[in-house]
């Protein structure tokens, strides 16, 4: 079950990483923003003893390429040249705004079977949401060489993290991973929109979709899944209690196994 780091080329001919792990019926990881893959760790070796795991390297990001423009198609592309070196067809889960992303490859008609999906960060009530250029804000500091900036803006503007935690948050051992991977926030604040959600293209997801949110998550996370759920025509809600935005993954595993292997 050990990791190997693989390639296959999308549609534009971008070489697109995945690590593969383990045996079984294929599981497609998407990771969310300002992170890459090894944020989905150590998710892949918990899913491996029942499913041969395909954690995928968003473009940009860890080993693949990035050819511009940037468009949420060509994503969605990406994951559907890691679902056809998977054999034609998998199971999906995306996490924050990679579930978003993989809400909408199951809406574009992919060949996911099932798809499960970790808080997506759609703005349902409660506090503002984010500003309408904040796509164009991450890439103007980005092209101006203030990376830390971008990341700075991400927390405060889009996250909503405590004034203190982003003033501190400079000094921290992350700090040099979130600006190496600075130029990807705009590509999530594309998938996202106006963060609203995105009730049409989840009615469009035929395969049985299972919403996870965490009981001790960001206000409105909660609502957000209910409402999601809802939106979905064969959608179903589990909460984890105890967990936060940032899940424990082994307990994010146990409930993809059961929901994955029913």
């Known amino acids: 079950m050990t990791d190997q780091t693989k390639t296959v080329a999308s549609a534009d001919g971008t070489s697109i990483a995945y690590d593969q ?3 079984g019926p294929p599981v497609v990881l998407v990771c969310g923003g300002s ?15 029942h499913f041969t795991v395909y954690n995928i390297h968003r473009r940009g990001r ?18 559907a040249a890691v679902i056809g070196a998977a054999g ?37 009530g409660g506090r503002p949401k ?14 101006a060489g203030r990376r830390g900036d971008a990341v700075e803006y991400f927390m405060a503007k889009v996250v909503g993290l405590p004034p203190e935690f982003v003033a501190g948050a400079r ?19 594309t998938v996202m929109g106006d963060y609203s959600l995105p009730v049409e293209r989840a009615a469009a997801v035929t395969v049985p979709t299972l919403v996870l949110d965490g009981g ?5 996370m909660a609502q957000t899944a209910e409402q999601l759920t809802d939106a979905l025509p064969h959608g179903q809600r589990r909460t984890l209690e105890g967990q936060q935005h940032n899940v424990d993954m082994n307990v994010l595993a146990v409930a993809l196994v059961e929901f994955f292997a029913a």
């Open 216 to 220: 001790a998550s960001f206000p409105g």
């Open 62 to 79: 860890g080993d693949s390429g990035d050819t511009p423009p940037y468009a949420v198609a060509r994503e969605v592309e990406d994951i």
């Open 21 to 23: 792990t383990g045996e």
């Open 88 to 124: 034609g067809s998998a199971c999906l889960w995306g996490s924050s705004s990679g579930a978003a992303l993989a809400l909408e490859a199951a809406a574009s008609g992919l060949p996911v079977t099932k798809l499960a999906l970790w808080e997506p960060p759609y703005f349902t």
């Open 171 to 189: 000094s921290q051992p992350f700090w040099a991973a979130g600006e190496a991977l600075a130029h990807t926030l705009a590509y999530d604040a």
């Open 130 to 143: 984010p500003p309408a250029d904040t796509a164009k804000t991450y890439t103007d500091l980005v092209s």
């Open 35 to 49: 992170v890459d893959h090894l944020a989905n760790l150590p998710l892949p070796e918990l899913l491996a003893p």
